[in-house]
């Protein structure tokens, strides 16, 4: 949500100042400044939100989030794979699947993330091993690039409807680019970006997101442009 806020708030002040490239730098040093924080208050955050921390170290902590992701994945990526499972994406779009599984018979239940949790010499690694995990379980070394390109496209398309958004109303177009920023950021922990993009409820998300800019903003408009006409 906090990553999806600073995209709204990038956005309407770029279009404040027609998309310009001045001030650049100083947002980039800002959002470093930002990053720097969150990095030293991590441990602090997962306390708030419920977890346990207070049997790691500050240091030990940082290493478990920002380093388990890749030891894990090298873990993995000495087995077998990709994993037959007999469910085609089963992991990279396990979401999709749980959506369309009432219309094909097929208990929800049924599809479930293969994550087992890892530990090496003793110090628990946690169960995150990136986004590029699903995409090699899934359909090995080849499915990477086919992938990432696809979310590149996806991306790309994305921002350029972004850029020419209309800070009249509801801005659909901000609405998904903030989601697809947030799931690309967080794809160094998984794959957030096949996870949240292709799903159901953010499908559903943007469907009341037009509807309630229908009610509050088109409807009105329509409205004073017909006591206009009169």
């Not at 959002?31 to 170290?57: C, H, K, N, P, W």
């Not at 599809?111 to 090995?140: E, H, R």
Request: proline fraction near 2%; aromatic fraction near 20%; charge should be positive.
């Amino acid at each position: 949500m906090m990553i999806c806020l600073a995209v709204y708030v990038y956005a309407f002040l770029k279009k404040k100042n027609s998309w310009s490239t001045k001030g650049n730098l100083k947002l980039v040093f800002i959002a470093s400044l930002l990053f720097i924080l969150v990095v030293f208050s991590f441990q602090s955050l997962a306390s708030m939100m419920g977890r346990d921390t207070s049997e790691y170290s500050f240091g030990y902590y940082l290493a478990i989030y920002f380093g388990a992701e890749i030891k894990n994945l090298d873990i993995f990526l000495q087995g077998t794979f990709p994993v037959q499972d007999g469910i085609f994406g089963g992991q990279t779009f396990i979401f999709l699947h749980k959506a369309l599984a009432p219309y094909i018979g097929v208990n929800s239940q049924y599809y479930t993330l293969d994550l087992p949790f890892l530990s090496v010499n003793g110090l628990s690694l946690g169960n995150v091993y990136t986004t590029f995990y699903p995409f090699v379980y899934d359909f090995g070394y080849a499915g990477v690039p086919f992938l990432v390109g696809i979310m590149a496209i996806i991306s790309q398309i994305s921002f350029k409807t972004f850029k020419h958004f209309s800070n009249r109303g509801v801005s659909i177009s901000v609405l998904i680019y903030s989601k697809i920023v947030a799931a690309l950021v967080l794809s160094f922990f998984s794959n957030k970006f096949y996870e949240n993009i292709f799903n159901s409820g953010f499908i559903k998300t943007i469907v009341i997101w037009m509807i309630l800019d229908w009610l509050l903003f088109l409807n009105k408009k329509f409205r004073v442009q017909r006591e206009k006409n009169v």
